[in-house]
């Protein structure tokens, strides 16, 4: 074939993927089962990478992404850069909010985890609420950053005005102040890095006919409050001791969410964010706890994110069944619900609205068979696969661990999952 | 039981933290038994232990328990001259996030749900080394061995754990329960343990059928 004929080919697949991809989102019948390729590190791995390598080498790993998706073929693939590539500028940073290989803890080979803890104290409630943006120059990113401690000192402007804005610029020449900010360059140097690299592999992978399946990542306000501010224990004890203020925050959050949400994804030039989730499922909060402080705020996320023409790809950790009939008002074929340990059959059942998405498990792809995984596949589109409204893809995306041929095989297997 | 120590035990079971700790101050400052005192929140923690088990309580009910029973505690402790836990155990069980893995909320609950329920247990904490499951368990002879995991790194860590207490030779008088993140019923027969579980009930009921009464 010319190469004309190629790219034409590569085009024209690559319009064939996204429709069968918005198809099963729209709750159209696609010709066949699509599958999402969706991973932190397994490509990396596949392709004989340390985790370590693929944070801090963004050639080696846009190598073993391109590979990892021509070889499986998937329908669409979440990228991977955004997801693991900061290794330098976090070093850079002093980050503190991650452990991650060859820094500190971690082994080389280990996956980067996230230190649980209180990022927020009970008390800096209002401040944030007052003036979310000076709290985060002034005390959040301080604090998870090392390198920018020194920021705590700079003014806070909402009260500094007229002459006084003029004499306020002095801190910024303090030779600690200085040094934070000439870091703050430097690491706003190296993301850039990082970025043309990942548009690049984006865009082969494009010219080679994949579609991307997110174009950015947001969070329930819930789990910003309880991941990202408070920590587990502090947000827990909130639903008790400080259920009014965790409630004014989350009023915040569901303005300030969708707005970064939409800004992301338009500026990626795409229509699907990631939404990965982590205290939505049955057993961390109570029904009643989940219908005050989870589900209406993070339902109005959805409804801004759908009003904005964006898909979200929502991953409800755990099993959610027992969440499944409140979850289920959102609007019809906009939404897609990507479960981990939920009843898929159950959710089909009770979701007329959202696509569901999942559910092969880690613990078979890591250790069990190809036919093992060939069999699972073919049961999960038997019972949840009925004309529209699913798109195969593990549990929680690939897990690093995972046998390549198993991987290989539930790829295989959508194809031939014909409708 | 007086009006007052039914009034604590209801308090503490209801949630009701701030006048909880209040009583329980107020009753130490009048000169009530400190040791009887801690009975009661005993009494308190099972009736929560219950609820949670019966799906009235969550996560949010436990932690917050916990953080009553802890500042009760810190009151009685000056008050009490000798070790009050002399009580008979229902059984030792050592739980530790294996090798490689930092979370610990789930390995939290599960000790926090079977300290209430009489168990022992011995929290090795997180990304724990095999070795320091091997020098524990030689040390404290438990019926039980609890491994955590949130990653599926895990399930090669918990593997190797569970082998090395075989090759110690330590395996066969005792029981070995994973859970946490992905784990399932394959996850079990990989690494070899004895049984997994979905959540804290799970844990509890586990050591209650391998250390009977």
């Known amino acids: 074939m010319s190469a004309g004929g190629a790219a034409a080919s590569a085009s024209a697949l690559y319009q064939q993927r996204l429709k069968r991809l918005t198809d099963a989102i729209e709750l159209r019948e696609p010709d066949r089962l699509p599958a999402i390729f969706f991973s932190h590190f397994w490509a990396a791995r596949y392709c004989g990478i340390t985790c370590r ?26 990228p991977v850069h955004p997801l693991v590539a900061f290794g330098r500028t976090m070093e850079i940073l002093d980050y503190k909010q991650l452990e991650w290989p060859g820094h500190k803890g971690p082994a080389e080979n280990v996956a980067y985890q996230y230190l649980d803890s209180q990022y927020m104290a009970p008390e800096e409630y209002e401040e944030y609420i007052l003036d979310s943006t000076g709290f985060m120059l002034h005390k959040y990113m301080p604090h998870v950053a090392g390198a920018l401690e020194p920021l705590a000192q700079s003014r806070m402007y909402p009260g500094v005005l007229h ?13 600690e102040v200085r040094r934070a900010l000439e870091t703050l360059i430097r690491a706003g140097e190296e993301m850039p890095k990082m970025r043309a690299v990942h548009n690049r592999v984006a865009q082969e992978l494009k010219d080679l006919g994949f579609p991307m399946a997110a ?13 990202y501010m408070r920590g587990s224990m502090g947000a827990m004890l909130d639903l008790f001791r400080n259920k009014e203020r965790l409630l004014i925050l989350m009023v915040t959050l569901v303005t300030l969410i969708p707005r970064a949400g939409i800004e992301a994804v338009k500026a990626a030039g795409g229509n699907m964010v990631f939404i990965p989730l982590h205290w939505g499922l049955d057993g961390f909060m109570s029904p009643k706890q989940f219908t005050t402080f989870f589900w209406p705020q993070f339902q109005k996320v959805l409804l801004a994110l759908i009003e904005a023409g964006i898909y979200p ?23 897609v619900y990507f479960f981990e340990r939920t009843d898929l059959a159950k959710a089909k059942e009770a979701l007329r609205g959202a696509v569901l998405r999942g559910n092969v498990p880690a613990s078979m792809l890591i250790t069990g068979t190809p036919n093992d995984v060939r069999e699972h596949c073919k049961k999960l589109f038997d019972v949840v696969g009925d004309g529209s409204g699913f798109i195969l893809d593990a549990g929680v995306g690939i897990p690093n661990e995972a046998k390549p041929e198993n991987v290989l095989a539930m790829f295989q297997c959508a194809k031939e999952c014909v409708y | 039981m007086d009006d007052r120590s039914k009034q604590l035990v209801q308090q503490i079971s209801d949630m009701q933290e701030e006048d909880a700790v209040k ?20 009494e308190a923690m099972e009736i929560v232990g219950k609820r949670y088990e019966q799906g009235e309580y969550f996560l949010p009910e436990l932690m917050l328990a916990g953080e009553m029973l802890k500042a009760i505690g810190d009151m009685t402790k000056p008050l009490i001259k000798q070790d009050a836990s002399g009580a008979k155990t229902a059984g030792t069980v050592i739980i530790g996030t294996v090798e490689g893995d930092l979370h610990d909320i789930g390995k939290n609950i599960v000790t926090f749900m079977l300290e209430i329920n009489g168990f022992k247990v011995i929290d090795l904490g997180i990304d724990v080394p095999v070795s320091n499951f091997i020098d524990s368990i030689k040390e404290h002879k438990p019926q039980v061995v609890g491994l955590s995991g949130f990653l599926t790194l895990a399930f090669d860590a918990m593997k190797k754990t569970v082998e090395a207490i075989r090759a110690a030779g330590l ?20 690494t070899g343990a004895d049984a997994f579980g979905l959540n804290a009930m799970d844990a509890v009921s586990l050591c209650k059928q391998w250390v009977p009464a």
Not at chain 1, 56 to 64: K, P
Not at chain 1, 166 to 175: D, G, K, N
Not at chain 2, 23 to 33: F, K, P, S, T, V
């Open chain 1, 53 to 78: 390598e693929a944070m801090c080498d963004y050639e080696r790993l846009a190598a073993a992404v391109r590979k990892a998706v021509v070889d499986l073929e998937p329908d669409a693939y979440q």
């Open chain 1, 163 to 175: 002459t006084r804005i003029v004499q306020s610029v002095e801190a910024y020449a303090r030779p």
């Open chain 2, 23 to 42: 009583l329980a101050r107020a009753m130490l400052e009048g000169g009530y038994d400190a040791v009887k005192l801690l009975g009661h929140c005993r």
């Open chain 2, 171 to 190: 395996r066969e008088n005792i029981k070995i329960m994973i859970g946490g993140g992905q784990v399932d019923e394959t996850v079990k027969v990989y």
């Open chain 1, 313 to 335: 790809q929502v991953l409800w950790e755990g099993d959610c069944t027992s969440r499944l009939d409140v979850i289920k008002d959102v609007p019809p074929g906009k939404c």
């Open chain 1, 215 to 227: 174009y950015g990542t947001t969070h329930p306000p819930f789990d910003v409050a309880a991941d």
